[in-house]
C-alpha cells in the first residue's frame, strides 16, 4: 500500500535488455513524489531505456520497480500506465492527418483528474490557436506541446518524459520550461531525459549521472556549481 513517503518511482538493481544486448547494469534511482529528476548523461548512456524499462518497454527486465510501492516488473506497459504514468517518447508520436484538437481527444483516461481541453490551451496558448491544424502541419515545437499535452489528458500525474527541448527554437523551449514549474506547482512528478544541460539545470531538484547502463554520480541542485567540472568531463557541456 502506497503512503504519503513511498517514492513515486524507485528502481533497485535494474537489469534491461533488448535482445541479447544488455543495456542497463544494476540502476538504482529513487523519485519522490512531486519532485523533478533529470538523467543526465551522453548519448548511449542508458537514459532512454531507463525511462522504457520503467514503462515496460524493453524486451526483458530484472530487479525491482516500484510505482508508488506497487511492483511492476511483471506488468504489462497497459497495467503500468493506469498506476497514473505517463510516457512522452522522443519521436513524439503525434497522429498527423488528425487536427491538434482531434489529437487531444484521442488518449483514454487513466486515472481520475485528467485535465480539461480549456485548461490545456490555458498552459499551451499555441495550441489553443492551432486547435484547427493538422497535427502533420504544426512546428516541430508545437508538436511536442501537444505530446506532452495529450499526456495531460489522461489523469497521468508521473510523467517521463524524453529530450522534450532538443531541436527547438529558444521560445519554445523557455515555454516547455514554463509548463514544468506549472506541473510541479500541481503536485505532478516528473522523471526526465534531457541532453540539453541548460534547460534542465534550473529545473530539477536531483540529478542522476548515467554512463554505460549504470547510475554513476547523484546531485542535488545546490551541488551543481560545485561538480560543473566533472559534468563537463561527464557530459561534453
Not at 22 to 32: C, E
Request: net charge neutral; with cysteine.
Amino acid at each position: 500500500m502506497s503512503t504519503s513517503s513511498t517514492p513515486a518511482i524507485q528502481l533497485k538493481d535494474v537489469h534491461s535488455w533488448y535482445g541479447e544486448s544488455h543495456i542497463l547494469h544494476g540502476v538504482n534511482i529513487d523519485v519522490k513524489r512531486g519532485e523533478v529528476v533529470s538523467l543526465l548523461g551522453r548519448n548511449g548512456a542508458g537514459r532512454t531505456t531507463t525511462l522504457r524499462a520503467i514503462m515496460g518497454l524493453v524486451g526483458k527486465r530484472t530487479g525491482s520497480l516500484l510505482v508508488n510501492g506497487t511492483e511492476t516488473v511483471r506488468m504489462a506497459p497497459h497495467q503500468i500506465a493506469r498506476l497514473g504514468l505517463g510516457y512522452c517518447p522522443e519521436e513524439r508520436g503525434i497522429m498527423t492527418s488528425l487536427t491538434c484538437e482531434e489529437n487531444l481527444m484521442l488518449p483514454p483516461r487513466i486515472a481520475e483528474g485528467g485535465m480539461e481541453i480549456g485548461e490545456i490551451y490555458d498552459m499551451f496558448p499555441n495550441l489553443k490557436a492551432r486547435r484547427n491544424s493538422p497535427g502533420g502541419r504544426l512546428s516541430g515545437g508545437e508538436q511536442q506541446m501537444l505530446a506532452v499535452a495529450r499526456i495531460l489528458r489522461t489523469g497521468a500525474k508521473i510523467l517521463l518524459l524524453d529530450e522534450i527541448s532538443e531541436g527547438l527554437a529558444p521560445v519554445i523551449v523557455q515555454a516547455l520550461a514554463r509548463m514544468i514549474h506549472a506541473l510541479r506547482a500541481r503536485g505532478f512528478t516528473i522523471l526526465m531525459v534531457e541532453q540539453n544541460f541548460r534547460f534542465a539545470a534550473p529545473l530539477a531538484d536531483r540529478f542522476y549521472v548515467m554512463e554505460r547502463g549504470l547510475i554513476m554520480r547523484e546531485l542535488s541542485s545546490a551541488e551543481l556549481q560545485d561538480n560543473m567540472q566533472m559534468l563537463h568531463e561527464s557530459l561534453g557541456v
